[in-house]
């Protein structure tokens, strides 16, 4: 069955130091994956995708993913966090068939980045 | 601007009523989809939508049912069989070639 694991329900880090949040996932097709992040009481917001092409993806607060295929891995990257980045963030993949993607999500249960002074 | 509308942001109910959730979308996208998120659970997938008049059963459909007659608007109705309403409640949407989803800003719902 297909699933997504991140490895840290909370990540604790002081202001300016690097971070990495984990995801891992299994699955017998191709997959996208994705990065969502989630403010107090919001929705989700897309923080960065990959579909195709280079495996390291960025988005434009500073963040980065590698896809690691022998892995199975889309850890996701920081070099210097700032207080607002505290949030939860999502992890998550979309299979894809053939030429055609489900429909669906599957959703990790999320890493709470807690950004200390 | 377009987006993902979900009214109302809190919702109260008392326990055995039916309530409904409203979720609109001015995108254009064809696939909507209804979420549950409770605290360290992630989300689960209740209902989707990938054409109007047509919608599939998630991972945890049961005491809850949908409605698509509309491409913009897909309504979540909690009823009173859902055994443990109280939850943090997101819609979505997204186009049917590449599989990312946009959110609403959510709706919490609380049964008393």
């Known amino acids: 069955a297909q699933s997504v694991t991140q490895l840290d329900s909370q990540v604790p880090v002081f202001e300016e130091a690097p971070v990495e949040l984990r995801c891992n996932y299994s699955?017998?097709?191709?997959?996208?994956l994705f990065w969502y992040v989630q403010y107090p009481n919001q929705g989700l917001q897309l923080l960065l995708k990959?579909?195709?092409?280079?495996?390291l993806v960025e988005s434009i607060n500073g963040f980065e993913a590698e896809f690691n295929k022998s892995q199975t891995s889309f850890h996701l990257r920081k070099p210097s966090v700032h207080i607002s980045d505290t949030a939860e963030y999502f992890c998550?993949?979309?299979?894809?068939?053939?030429?055609?993607?489900?429909?669906?999500?599957?959703f990790g249960q999320g890493t709470t980045l807690q950004v200390k002074p | 601007d377009g987006g993902i509308t979900q009214s109302p942001k809190y919702l109260f109910r008392k326990e055995g009523q039916n309530v409904t959730l409203s979720c609109e979308q001015n995108?254009?996208?064809?696939?909507m989809y209804w979420y549950r998120q409770d605290p360290g659970q992630g989300l689960r997938l209740i209902y989707y939508?990938?054409?109007?008049?047509?919608?599939q059963k998630g991972d945890i459909a049961e005491g809850y049912s949908v409605s698509r007659e509309k491409k913009e608007s897909f309504p979540l109705t909690v009823t009173s069989a859902q055994k443990n309403p109280t939850a943090f409640y997101l819609c979505?949407?997204?186009?049917?070639?590449?599989?990312?989803?946009?959110f609403g800003p959510g709706t919490r719902l609380t049964v008393l």
């Open positions: 998550a993949v979309s299979l894809v068939y053939g030429s055609s993607n489900t429909g669906k999500l599957i």
């Open positions: 699955s017998s097709v191709s997959v996208y």
């Open positions: 995108l254009n996208h064809d696939a």
């Open positions: 939508s990938q054409i109007v008049n047509d919608f």
């Open positions: 979505a949407s997204s186009t049917s070639e590449v599989n990312e989803q946009f």
């Open positions: 990959y579909l195709s092409g280079s495996t």
